[in-house]
């Protein structure tokens, strides 16, 4: 078990809705990624939060937004959900700086209805 | 850009040895392997950080050619524990910042008794 939680682990929104998914970072890690998981791909890039600032951003679109708390949680928030918002929300910590491994949260299995 | 893994899939009896491969059409300063189990998050295995780096970890062990831009990942004398999806991530940014990955596209392992 890596020590990094995300809630909820299952959401069904509605297609227009706002949804707001949560991340708690392991001990002593100061960088939060979020990945978006389609089924039977592997998981993309949606951004990164370091010092509570956005760090890096993958190719997703503005209504995927974020924040990073001062204890280094973080939120990732989706607005305006389509249907093909429908994927498993996976938060990864880790330290600054590269090379340094990532650790994965259970992630969130959202569906868009 | 996303790296290429190969194979999509292969079955193992147990016992037998395994290579996947992950090659990539930009320079590479790091590649980073995980596997991820069905309905499960992804699980750090190993981080290449130099050109011809090699590391091994149990009888998984992986190598890194930074002139081929690619990475490949031995799996010997296959367990059942082995089976699940592997992926490959290399860094998203030129400098390798952060850890801001690129996954490929995962290799579906199925070790059988």
Not at chain 2, 4 to 12: D, E, F, G, N
Request: some cysteine.
């Amino acid at each position: 078990e890596t020590g990094v939680t995300q809630s909820p682990t299952h959401l069904i929104k509605t297609r227009g809705q706002q949804v707001t998914l949560r991340c708690s970072s392991q001990s002593g890690h100061n960088t939060v990624s979020w990945y978006q998981q389609a089924l039977g791909q592997g998981p993309q890039f949606i951004f990164q939060y370091y010092r509570e600032e956005e760090n890096g951003r993958g190719n997703f679109p503005p209504r995927f937004s974020g924040l990073q708390f001062p204890n280094y949680s973080s939120e990732l928030n989706v607005n305006a959900l389509e249907l093909d918002d429908s994927a498993l929300y996976l938060c990864a910590s880790s330290l600054a700086g590269g090379g340094t491994e990532a650790f994965f949260g259970q992630g969130t299995r959202l569906t868009v209805v | 850009q996303q790296p290429v893994q190969s194979p999509q899939a292969v079955i193992l009896r147990e016992g037998e040895d395994a290579v996947i491969n992950c090659s990539s059409s930009k320079a590479l300063y790091s590649v980073h392997w995980y596997r991820q189990k069905h309905g499960e998050a992804p699980v750090f295995l190993m981080i290449l950080l130099k050109g011809g780096e090699q590391k091994g970890h149990d009888k998984i062990s992986a190598s890194f050619n930074e002139k081929k831009q690619q990475s490949s990942l031995y799996l010997t004398a296959s367990q059942l524990s082995y089976s699940g999806t592997y992926f490959c991530g290399t860094p998203t940014t030129d400098n390798n910042a952060g850890n801001m990955l690129t996954f490929g596209g995962g290799t579906r392992l199925m070790v059988k008794p």
